[in-house]
C-alpha cells in the first residue's frame, strides 16, 4: 500500500473522529463514537435512544411523485422558475416503531433515472445520491424548532393531542456549495433524542 493512501486514510478518520492527532504523542484512536459525523448522516438514524445509543431506521413510502417545484423550494434549492422535483414523503421507524416522517425534495434534473417505484427507493438516500448520480453532500444546515403536533402527526406517530414534536429544516449541500436536496423532519421525542454533537 502506498504511503499516499495511507496517508488519506488517516487523514479521513480524523475527520470522522474516529482519530485525533496530538502533540508528542501522534495519532491515537479516539476511543468515542463520532456522533458529529457526516458518516452518521448516512448511516444512521440521528435519534437516539435515551441511554444515547444509535439506532437503525427504516422507511414506509406514504407519498411519491414528480411536480413542479414550489416558490419556496424553488428559493432554498436555487432553482429556476420552471424547475421541477421529486417529492417523498416517508416515515421512519425504529424497530416497527414510528418515530418520524420526512419530507424529501429532490431536483429531478439532479437525480434522472431515479427509481420510479417507491419500493426501489432505499431507506438511505445519501449514499444512494452519491453512488448513482455522483451527488457527494458536504455540509448540511439544519434549523430546529419545536411545534404542536398536528393531525397528521398524530396519526402517523401514534400521539395523543395535544403532544409535541420536534421539527428539523434540512438543506443538504454538494461540495460546490450547491443545495441539492431539502429534508423536512417531524419527530415524536417521547421515547427518543436528538443528538447534535460538535467536536
Not at 171 to 180: K, L, S
Request: glycine share 6%.
Amino acid at each position: 500500500m502506498s504511503v499516499g493512501t495511507i496517508r488519506r486514510a488517516l487523514s479521513e478518520l480524523t475527520t470522522g473522529g474516529v482519530l485525533v492527532r496530538r502533540r508528542k504523542t501522534g495519532t491515537v484512536v479516539t476511543g468515542r463514537i463520532p456522533h458529529h459525523s457526516l458518516r452518521f448522516f448516512f448511516d444512521y438514524f440521528r435519534l437516539h435512544s435515551r441511554d444515547g445509543q444509535l439506532q437503525n431506521s427504516t422507511s414506509r413510502m406514504l407519498a411519491f411523485d414528480e411536480r413542479a417545484a414550489s416558490a419556496r423550494e424553488a428559493e432554498r434549492l436555487a432553482l429556476g422558475p420552471e424547475a421541477r422535483v421529486l417529492h417523498l414523503h416517508r416515515l421512519r421507524l425504529v424497530s416497527e416503531r414510528p418515530v418520524m416522517h420526512e419530507v424529501i425534495i429532490l431536483p429531478t434534473h439532479l437525480v434522472p433515472g431515479f427509481p420510479s417505484e417507491p419500493d426501489e427507493v432505499p431507506h438511505r438516500i445519501y449514499p444512494m445520491l452519491w453512488d448513482a448520480f455522483g451527488l457527494r453532500i458536504s455540509a448540511i444546515r439544519e434549523e430546529v424548532e419545536a411545534e404542536i403536533a398536528t393531525e397528521t402527526d398524530c396519526a402517523l406517530l401514534g400521539l395523543t393531542s395535544p403532544a409535541a414534536v420536534l421539527v428539523l429544516h434540512e438543506v443538504a449541500y454538494d461540495q460546490m456549495a450547491r443545495p441539492i436536496l431539502l429534508n423536512d423532519h417531524r419527530a415524536s421525542t417521547r421515547e427518543d433524542v436528538y443528538i447534535n454533537e460538535i467536536q
